[in-house]
């Protein structure tokens, strides 16, 4: 069965650094999801992206986060300057469509990534 | 924006038993779906329904749109079952809304 595949599971990083968290969404899918869910708490929505755009964001999602399909397959984030509170875990979600009549995600199965 | 509350927030049952989570929206939704997330933290899709009702093995869930909630139901649970279960909702466009999820223990 088709899934969505995230890189790294773990990543520790020193504050300040940039990481890029890479997901591989299911190959027919057309629609890109970020989320994000820090320790004990429920799963937040960052971004979405079609078509090669953001086409929607969170106020969690700043300057700071970027978003980026670099080829055919792969999805993107990156954290420029990574900050404490950035540690969370970051779920790459994709969606065949996102009609009213269907718009089901699948979820990868997350980068925990712990900033020091 | 959307609010979306489960209950409990806590559950303990022994294994073979029997339970009902259920999940309150505000609004009305266009997608509404129910996660288990494992003690690795992964997230498992378990049933996509804006409407009605659909079964999975001993999992089942009914969503009633019009009147804004919607129910899992665990039968014979086993300690596998254990974790968090969340129901999560899109109201808009594109993005999922989370409730703050309902933990789940079986014991053997």
């Known amino acids: 069965e088709p899934e969505v595949t995230q890189t790294p599971s773990h990543q520790v990083t020193q504050m300040g650094q940039e990481v890029i968290l890479r997901c591989v969404p299911i190959s027919n899918h057309l629609y890109f999801y970020w989320y994000r869910q820090i320790l004990g708490q429920k799963v937040e929505f960052l971004v979405s992206f079609y078509n090669n755009e953001i086409s929607e964001k969170s106020e969690i999602f700043d300057d700071q986060f970027s978003v980026e399909r670099p080829d055919g397959s792969n999805f993107t984030l990156k954290i420029r300057s990574t900050k404490l509170e950035d540690s969370a875990m970051y779920f790459c979600?994709?969606?065949?469509?996102?009609?009213?009549?269907?718009?089901?995600?699948?979820f990868g199965p997350g980068t925990r990534l712990t900033v020091l | 924006g959307i609010q979306v509350e489960q209950s409990p927030p806590d559950l303990i049952l022994q294994e073979g038993a029997n339970s009902t989570l259920r999940c309150n929206f505000s609004?009305?939704?266009?997608?509404l779906q129910w996660f288990h997330q494992n003690p690795w933290g992964q997230l498992i899709n378990l049933f996509y329904i804006p409407s009605g009702t659909k079964q999975n093995g001993r999992l089942s869930a009914t969503t009633v749109a019009t009147e804004r909630y919607s129910l899992l139901y665990i039968s014979s649970s086993q300690t596998t079952d254990s974790g968090v279960y969340f129901c999560?909702?899109?109201?808009?466009?594109?993005?999922?809304?989370f409730g703050t999820g309902t933990r789940l223990l079986v014991s053997p």
């Open positions: 999560a909702v899109v109201a808009g466009f594109q993005k999922l809304v």
């Open positions: 609004d009305s939704v266009n997608n």
């Open positions: 979600a994709s969606s065949e469509s996102a009609t009213v009549s269907y718009n089901e995600q699948f």
